[in-house]
């Protein structure tokens, strides 16, 4: 029986930094890599392909820190409707 892989839809998710990663807010994931049972993403801005770095991909599911998808500054900066 096969493992299931954490993360599937990791490689090229968009992702909102909620606050800067040298100067920009916006990423994509453009790799992943398996260490023992951590998954790693590398996440390139959008605006500057010079822009990237490794992050463990666990930490994009802390809120404070990342959003999936692209949020403007307006949707970040709004509260968050709960669903009943």
């Known amino acids: 029986m096969t493992k299931k892989q954490k ?3 990791l490689l090229g998710s968009k992702w909102t930094a909620q606050q800067k990663v040298d100067g920009w807010r916006h990423f ?3 790799n992943r ?3 023992g049972k951590w ?3 590398e996440m390139v801005a959008a605006c500057d392909p010079n822009v990237r770095f490794w992050i463990n ?3 994009l599911q802390d809120r ?3 959003e999936a998808g692209w949020q403007t500054l307006q949707e970040m900066n ?3 409707e709960e669903v009943s």
Do not use: D, E, G, M
Request: a positive charge.
């Open 39 to 41: 998954v790693y993403a």
């Open 78 to 80: 709004s509260p968050q």
């Open 28 to 30: 994509r994931v453009i």
């Open 7 to 9: 993360f599937p839809y």
């Open 64 to 66: 404070s820190q990342w």
């Open 57 to 59: 991909a666990k930490l």
């Open 33 to 35: 890599k398996n260490q």
